[in-house]
């Protein structure tokens, strides 16, 4: 008797056991509930800026959302903040209902230091409360009207009031 039907029927329940595992692990995947891995587990260094003191753009996350009809505006956006030192936070299309002519910043406190920073970037910038659930960073939804940033914003102001920043 050879032993070749016996290292196939090993193959077979090698493979039908591999099935099985990835089977068993897509399924858990599918089924587990967002951000209860580690995988995207982020951690910040928050640092304290007094009021008086210099917000760097370095020190500010900005959350770009796409409120047009300009595909990858959002994108766009985002690098030319980037390019100015800010960090870069969310990209996406805008989950908001707010559908902003150029630029709107959606916030509860026009007076945050990092609200004052990013709103000069803009010509054109107005300010709403957030109708969706914004992370800590800054959110930006850009408009159709959108062109680019303003030529010579600063980089950084004095902050005007004391502010957590995590980067």
Same mark, same amino acid.
């Given at each position: 008797?050879?032993? %070749?039907?016996?290292?196939?029927?090993?193959?077979? *329940?090698?493979?039908?056991?591999?099935?099985?595992? +990835?089977? *068993?692990? +897509?399924?858990?995947?599918?089924?587990?509930? &967002?951000?209860?891995?580690? %995988?995207?587990?982020?951690?910040?260094?928050?640092?304290?800026?007094?009021?008086?003191?210099?917000?760097?753009?370095?020190?500010?996350?900005?959350?770009? *959302?796409? +409120?047009?009809?300009? %595909?990858?505006?959002?994108?766009?956006?985002?690098?030319?903040? !980037?390019?100015?030192? *800010?960090?870069?936070?969310?990209?996406?299309?805008? &989950?908001?209902?707010?559908?902003?002519?150029?630029?709107?910043?959606?916030?509860?406190?026009?007076?945050? &230091?990092?609200?004052?920073?990013?709103? !000069? !970037? @803009?010509? %054109?910038?107005? @300010?709403?409360? &957030?109708? @969706?659930?914004?992370?800590?960073?800054?959110?930006?939804?850009?408009?159709?009207?959108?062109? +680019?940033?303003?030529?010579?914003?600063?980089?950084?102001?004095?902050?005007?009031?004391?502010?957590?920043?995590?980067?």
């Amino acid at each position: 008797m050879s032993d %070749e039907p016996r290292r196939g029927g090993g193959l077979v *329940f090698l493979a039908g056991l591999v099935l099985v595992v +990835g089977m *068993f692990v +897509g399924w858990r995947l599918l089924t587990s509930p &967002p951000g209860s891995g580690d %995988e995207g587990t982020y951690t910040c260094q928050t640092q304290t800026v007094r009021a008086g003191e210099s917000l760097s753009a370095n020190l500010v996350t900005v959350d770009v *959302f796409n +409120g047009s009809d300009q %595909e990858g505006l959002a994108g766009r956006v985002s690098a030319a903040l !980037q390019e100015r030192g *800010f960090r870069q936070g969310a990209i996406a299309n805008s &989950p908001s209902s707010t559908r902003p002519a150029t630029a709107t910043i959606l916030t509860t406190d026009q007076s945050d &230091p990092r609200v004052q920073l990013v709103a !000069q !970037q @803009f010509t %054109e910038i107005d @300010f709403r409360a &957030p109708d @969706f659930a914004t992370s800590a960073s800054i959110t930006v939804i850009v408009g159709d009207g959108y062109t +680019g940033l303003k030529d010579g914003a600063p980089a950084s102001i004095k902050a005007s009031s004391e502010v957590s920043v995590c980067y």
